[in-house]
């Protein structure tokens, strides 16, 4: 225990010393918080519509002022062909192309059946469903409209209108989302590269072979290792929640001491897996792509941008040993909905026992002989 | 040219750089093919059917039917909501009004709440708007079977290049963007800062070799390596996401060897400006990879950043060259669409060229002085 | 014979691989000896060195140092100081910082160090850098340190791996003197190098080669053995590797 604090005191002293330490440990999470934050939005943007009027009719040009008139739309008139509209999406000049028939106002009038062509860039699957979505509703809208005209009764073209609420963020408020995440990822980044690349570094320049000379156990240097950048790593997430607090005025629903409480447990888990990272390398440059390239896949893998229920059974499998993954999940229930402890207890059971697993791993992987 | 052997001979021997350079880009690849999706699959949803009658077990059935939803839960009062989302599976509860038949037939429509929970704000948009697209085909339906004596139109969609709507299409040029980034600046600055470091620089600069002779010596293998990565990741999305080069190839390669010719240029600017490899390693992933992450287009849509980003955006090469290979991958575009791109691409790869020429004949005359 | 063995090496033999770096070494240690321990680049002395103080296992044979077995190198570790061919103080530290730390290992509390600490300065006419960062220190001046440093905790004996190289011709003769001073306290001195010069100070040596020790005795006797000059002559005589290892 004596042995511990000697080596926690001269960790310490090395910290205060190293300015490229406190650099990082300021700018880091100012940057993450101020680049990242905003930057990461998935709302779909308002899409390009093209509109080829074959009939320029009274009706046909009703239905194009109905769809300018969306929100979703910014309507562009295109005379041209069905080839003409391909060439459109290719040069990506146009999301959506509508192609109205020369025999709309016809149809309308009962002669025909009226129908409308729809072309739509699907190269991003999610935004041509939804424009799909979108424009079949205006198109209701406006068949609603003709049908009412017609003096028929409203019931005469039955169906069922959505109305949307969001719960906790009304707004959709993409920082809203991204705020949480964004603290997962400071504390990994605190995390991996300021503890690992310290002890890599010790390797690296010998002192380490001398520490291992002494009679001293495995378990005080990794612990004289973890303690001072889990206090390193709390401050720094008390730092870029307050930069994130003032900078987008996140709402904080749940309580402050269960967040901190469940990063504590997530920036133990960490360490332990730096420091377990750095006892299977050699150097530095290894060990920071042995750290990219785990880290990429733990907060990839997470559901930090996208929803990690639409992910194939194995990789849900693969975040039960995922960290990120729950610390992704607690963050923004405790943060945006306000989920209290009995809400989260499983979670930060499993990740408590991943927290002690990497810890154990690194004592374990650790050699005091080559 | 013997040194460039020895550059290769480097590279393969080096089992952890082998590693990075086939097997970053294979997991990239399966990651992002398989797991990481922008699309809805199976979310698990959660029914208030305070209507209990045929149309609301209808609509049951049709979200229950569908690939985007499972219905996990059903509940009995909306006071249960606030509870179920907070244990975090559920990702949103839809509210069948009462009487939701009789309301059908004597209104024309009827109402169905979609409480969306709205933490995860990309999620709840698509959970909603495919709820919606499935009323919106539900009327239709109906639409059809009672006004067939009414004019009432009905679009017709073709979806274009991505018929089956598979989320991965976007991803795989963005992945070549990322690997190509990472193989040719990367381990290029890298590898030149290491001979820096370790003081065989000198050695090779004393050499009757002429400095560009050592720096083509140094880029060329990686030049040759990932353009076999790209070859590598082409075939994989062939064979494995059935998404095969719909454009020229001859094109596509081009267009790519003009990106990794920019990458190495980057990767030798670094190199000149740096002494210490965690630094080059850290100036690439600040310089390149994190733009070429957020700032392409690659997942997230400029569109919707702040303005300053888009703006950001435009002295990126990486979003450049993701907007000129994905049409070329996925569209078949032709040169006629892509031209502009690529005559900024080649404008910034030139600007490198030339800083990465200067900047190096400087270091070499400081360290003659 | 009634001195002491402090280390007793029985058939050691250390493999990586298929590569024989220790080939059956055999040799016994005495207690306040200065024992030198040469040999060209690769010959095996660093990995000798290296499981004597537990930072390696041999493959086979057996070891026992300060008459500990060598399967408890955490035991043996306590008993020994050892000093790294690199320089291995922490540079962002000072020289009290350094000592505290490694007084603090070995168990030491900081009321026994300080008084050894002030002691030890006084001893090296280091008095006054105290506050000094090893960053700021000349290497030789370092080396000296790192030995002090080793030798803090009183170990019975103290390993040195090639502790001169690269120091000047003055320091290294000061440096020679602490390891007289040290053996005269009955702290046994291993010592590996490849200046010959220095090998003549030892009061034995152990010349290897490919593995192998190809001899064993004071140096005087080793030179009247094979009628050479000095070491350096019977170095070159016996020493030179048969084939090359790549």
């Known amino acids: 225990m004596r042995r511990l604090l000697f080596l926690l005191k001269k960790e310490f002293r090395q910290i205060v010393r190293n300015p490229f330490m406190l650099r990082a440990i300021i700018m880091v999470p100012l940057l993450q918080m101020l680049i990242l934050v905003p930057a990461i939005t998935f709302g779909i943007k308002r899409l390009d519509l093209a509109v080829t009027d074959n009939d320029r009719s009274p009706a046909s040009r009703e239905l194009i002022s109905k769809l300018a008139g969306s929100t979703f739309f910014k309507t562009t008139a295109a005379p041209i062909n069905i080839a003409g509209a391909g060439a459109l999406l290719l040069s990506g000049d146009a999301d959506l192309v509508l192609i109205i028939p020369n025999d709309f106002s016809e149809g309308l009038a009962g002669m025909t059946k009226p129908r409308l062509q729809v072309l739509v860039d699907a190269v991003n699957s999610t935004q041509a469903m939804l424009a799909w979505s979108y424009l079949t509703s205006v198109v209701r809208d406006y068949n609603m409209d003709v049908v009412m005209a017609t003096g028929a009764a409203p019931s005469a073209i039955p169906g069922i209108n959505t109305s949307p609420r969001y719960w906790y963020n009304p707004t959709l408020n993409y920082k809203h989302f991204m705020l949480p995440g964004v603290l997962v990822i400071l504390i990994i980044a605190i995390g991996l590269m300021l503890a690992g690349l310290n002890l890599v570094k010790e390797l690296e320049t010998g002192t380490l072979e001398q520490i291992n000379v002494t009679p001293i156990r495995k378990w005080e240097l990794i612990i004289s290792k973890v303690i001072p950048f889990f206090i390193l790593g709390l401050l720094d997430l008390a730092l870029g929640l307050t930069v994130g607090w003032i900078a987008f005025d996140i709402p904080f629903e749940g309580s402050i001491l269960l967040f901190f409480a469940c990063s504590a447990i997530f920036l133990v888990a960490v360490l332990g897996m730096a420091l377990f990272f750095s006892t299977l390398v050699s150097n530095r440059q290894q060990y920071l792509f042995v750290a990219f390239f785990f880290t990429m896949i733990f907060i990839l893998m997470s559901g930090i941008f996208t929803p990690s229920e639409s992910m194939p059974r194995w990789a849900q499998q693969f975040n039960w040993i995922n960290p990120v993954a729950y610390l992704m999940r607690i963050n923004r229930m405790v943060m945006l909905k306000g989920a209290g402890f009995s809400d989260i207890a499983r979670d930060m059971g499993l990740l408590s026992v991943l927290a002690m697993g990497f810890i154990s791993l690194a004592i374990r992987g650790y050699r005091k002989r080559a | 040219m013997a040194f460039v052997r020895k550059e290769f001979l480097h590279i393969f021997r080096d089992v952890r750089t082998l590693v990075i350079l086939f097997g970053i880009p294979a997991a990239q690849l399966l990651i992002f093919g398989y797991a990481v999706r922008t699309d809805l699959k199976n979310a698990s949803i959660a029914v208030l059917d305070n209507a209990r009658d045929n149309v609301s077990n209808e609509l049951i059935n049709k979200l229950e039917a569908s690939d985007f939803f499972t219905i996990s839960n059903r509940l009995d009062s909306f006071d249960e909501i606030d509870a179920t989302f907070k244990k975090g599976k559920i990702k949103a509860v839809v509210v069948f009004p009462a009487e939701m038949s009789a309301t059908l037939t004597r209104e024309g429509h009827a109402t169905v709440s979609i409480i969306a929970d709205a933490s995860e704000p990309n999620t709840a948009s698509l959970v909603t708007g495919y709820t919606s697209g499935i009323m919106n085909d539900y009327s239709a339906t109906l639409t059809k079977q009672i006004t067939s004596g009414l004019p009432v139109i009905i679009p017709d969609v073709r979806m274009y290049f991505n018929p089956n709507l598979e989320s991965h299409f976007m991803f795989i040029p963005g992945i070549i963007t990322l690997v190509l980034i990472l193989l040719s600046a990367l381990l290029t600055s890298v590898s030149i800062v290491r001979e820096k470091e370790f003081g065989t620089m000198e050695v090779l600069l004393v050499s009757p070799l002429k400095p560009w002779q050592i720096i083509v010596g140094k880029v060329a293998p990686y030049f040759f390596l990932s353009l076999f990565n790209v070859i590598i990741i082409l075939l994989m999305a062939w064979f494995v996401f059935k998404l095969p080069v719909r454009g020229s190839i001859a094109l596509l390669i081009a267009e790519c060897m003009l990106y990794i010719l920019m990458g190495l240029s980057f990767g030798i600017l670094i190199s000149t400006i740096v002494d210490k490899m965690e630094n080059a390693i850290i100036i690439t992933f600040m310089g390149l990879l994190l733009p070429g992450l957020l700032l392409s287009g690659f997942i997230f849509p400029i569109e919707n950043m702040p303005k300053i980003y888009d703006y950001v955006s435009m002295i990126m090469p990486p979003r450049w060259f993701i907007e000129i290979i994905r049409p070329i991958m996925i569209k078949g575009a032709g040169f006629e669409y892509v031209w502009k791109e690529t005559l900024i691409l080649a404008g910034m790869t030139l600007f490198l060229i030339v800083l990465s020429a200067r900047k190096f004949k400087v270091r070499l005359e400081e360290n003659a002085r | ?246």
């Not at chain 3, 220790?22 to 690769?42: H, K, M, P």
């Open chain 3, 1 to 246: 014979m009634e001195r002491e063995k402090v280390i007793e090496v029985r058939d050691l033999v250390k493999r990586f691989g298929s590569f024989t770096a220790n080939d059956r070494l055999t040799f016994d240690v005495y207690r306040g000896e200065i024992f030198g321990f040469l040999g060209a680049n690769g010959a095996g002395k660093t990995t000798a060195m290296r499981i004597l103080c537990g930072l390696s296992r041999p493959t086979s044979g057996k070891v026992t140092v300060a008459g500990i077995d060598s399967h408890r190198p955490e035991e043996i570790k306590k008993r020994i100081g050892y000093m790294s061919q690199r320089f291995s103080l922490y540079e962002d530290l000072t020289v009290n910082e350094n000592i505290e730390l490694y007084g603090g290992i070995y168990g030491m509390t900081m009321k026994e160090i300080r008084p050894r600490r002030e002691e030890l300065l006084r001893r090296l006419s280091f008095t006054g850098y105290g506050n000094t960062l090893i960053l700021a220190l000349p290497l030789g001046l370092r080396q000296k340190l790192a030995f002090a440093v080793a030798l803090f905790h009183e170990p019975e004996i103290v390993f040195l791996d090639e502790p001169t190289s690269g120091v000047d011709p003055v320091t290294r003769r000061q440096f020679w003197e602490m390891i007289y001073e040290t053996a005269s306290r009955g702290i046994t001195v291993f010592v590996t190098t490849h200046y010959m010069d220095e090998a003549e100070y030892c009061d034995r040596i152990t010349i290897m080669s490919e593995g192998r020790i190809v001899a064993l005795d004071t140096p005087s006797a080793l030179r009247q053995q094979y009628g050479t000059a000095s070491v350096e002559e019977l170095f070159v005589k016996i020493a030179r590797p048969q084939r090359i290892n790549a």
